[in-house]
């Protein structure tokens, strides 16, 4: 497994036919870089800032919000960091923030939704993370978008946060790319609208697979028919590749079918060309990417597309798997 990892860390992950797949990490904390850099990673897509609210009795102020993203540019070596805005609600809890029980948290009161509801929270994130943009090549990334209307008054509130922080006379970089997680359906729909509002798309599958199968991702219950090669999801995945890049913009995946060896060839004969996963699997998808074309890939995607019933899709991507 190491072994694995050393071998690979400096190898660039182009295919055998030269085209580059860009591998990142999910990460929680400035401590996790190291072990990006150590497998190779090339930078941050998902840096998941809930651990920055957890386990203390109220919430960060902006210098502490600022030293955490700061700490995070600072290790970065300049490479992009795309930082989440606070995904609460669902299953990850704030005691102090007394949010409501609700009959569907995962339907309900969290992420996006929250920090547009409590804009004098969500302004506070916003400014420590521009401030921190002067350390590293910050990105700042939106969870749970359902719709236009919320990507407009999340930039919004992002505009009003440089405009305090010019007034204040605090030092900071305006210049910063916002993009979206796509992970409730209508936002996959949508892609192509929603693409002419952002810089980026951030695809979630843990999330998209849970609201396009009616699944709840954390019932056991269920837990069968929680399928990410369920064609309907497959299907959504590739009109966000798509429309994304028709649009021009850059797009990403980061949700856990990243790092999922058998959709590897899958996604990229879609596409894609960012996966963003846990640090300790990249050496292992790096492993798939150097070793296939894309000719491979979209010979790949085009079987896939003809096929309608997942299990015969996960036999045949079985099949291209190295033993
Ligand atoms: C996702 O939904 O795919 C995702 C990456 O976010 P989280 O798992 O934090 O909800
Ligand atoms: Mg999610």
């Known amino acids: 497994k190491s072994t694995l990892m050393k071998a690979l860390k400096n190898v660039p992950s182009s295919m055998v036919d030269g085209r580059p797949i860009s591998l990142v990490a999910n990460i929680s904390e400035a401590a996790d870089m190291d072990q990006v850099f150590e497998n190779g990673g090339e930078g941050v897509g998902l840096l998941r800032s809930e651990l920055l609210f957890m386990g203390r009795d109220s ?15 600072l ?43 409590r804009k004098d929270l969500f302004i506070v994130q916003l400014k420590a993370i521009l401030r921190a943009n002067v350390f590293g090549d910050l990105r700042i990334m939106f969870p749970m978008i359902s719709n236009v209307q919320e990507i407009r008054e999340a930039k919004k509130v992002l505009e009003a946060a440089k405009v305090e922080l010019i007034n204040e006379g605090t030092a900071f970089n305006p210049d910063i790319q916002v993009g979206i997680m796509i992970e409730i359906p209508s936002a996959a729909v949508m892609a192509d609208i929603l693409a002419k509002e952002v810089d980026f798309f951030s695809i979630g599958t843990n999330d998209l697979v849970q609201y396009t ?3 709840d ?28 890049h028709k649009h021009n913009i850059h797009i990403a995946m980061c949700g856990e079918l990243a790092s999922d060896p058998l959709a590897t060839l899958l996604l990229i004969g879609m596409g894609l060309k960012e996966f963003s996963m846990s640090a300790v699997s990249i050496p292992f998808i790096k492993n798939i990417i150097i070793n296939s074309s894309f000719s491979e890939a979209r010979e790949v995607y085009l079987k896939v597309n003809e096929m309608s019933d997942s299990d015969e899709i996960k036999a045949y991507l079985k099949t291209l798997l190295p033993i």
């Open 59 to 73: 919430f960060p102020g902006e210098e502490e919000q600022f030293d955490f993203y700061k700490k995070v540019a």
């Open 75 to 117: 290790k970065s070596q300049n490479k992009p960091v795309t930082i989440r805005t606070i995904d609460i609600g669902g299953d990850k809890q704030l005691h102090y923030f007394g949010l409501p029980q609700e009959q569907n948290p995962f339907l309900g009161y969290r992420a996006i939704r929250i920090s547009l509801d």
């Open 213 to 215: 199968l009616a699944v």
């Open 217 to 244: 991702r954390m019932n056991e219950k269920v837990s069968a028919l929680y399928d990410p090669f369920n064609p309907g999801v497959l299907r959504l995945i590739s009109n966000v590749i798509e429309q994304g």
